[in-house]
């Protein structure tokens, strides 16, 4: 069971990547100057246009020193702004500029039109069947790293 619970981690891995890759490509006025941090720094604004840069690094999964090298990134790119927190001092606002929003915009439409086309070969049974494996998936996820969740 673990070696084949190993070859569809690496199948997930795998369509993650592709998935990304076609992103990135599908969307060449804003992603050539972009590293791959600087998108996902990107996403991890998800339906918010500032966030801290501690929520920010959490989001995206990197320690605060990356964090700040990669929003210093994005402020050379006129991405985001930085500001001190008018209420607490110690804390550091990172927000989106109207190029970081539409750059932003951009990437989850193409994110949207990549999954189309992925997907778009698919018939509606296999569809159906994909969104309740994941949804199973999802929640067997969940449980397994429920410990890890809420370090």
Known sequence: MEKQLIEYLNLLRDFGRLYRDKIIDGNPQHNSDLKLSQIKALYAFRDSDCLSMKELANNIGVKLPNMTMMVDN??????????????????????????????RSDLLAQRHRTA??????LDQSDKTQLLQSLRVVCKI????????MTQ
């Open 116 to 121: 189309q086309t992925i997907f778009a070969e």
């Open 74 to 103: 994005l402020m050379d790119e006129g991405i985001v702004e930085r500001d001190r927190d008018t209420h607490d001092r110690r804390k550091v606002i990172v927000r989106l500029t109207a190029k970081g929003k539409k750059v």
């Open 141 to 148: 996820l969940e449980k397994a790293f429920m410990k890890e």
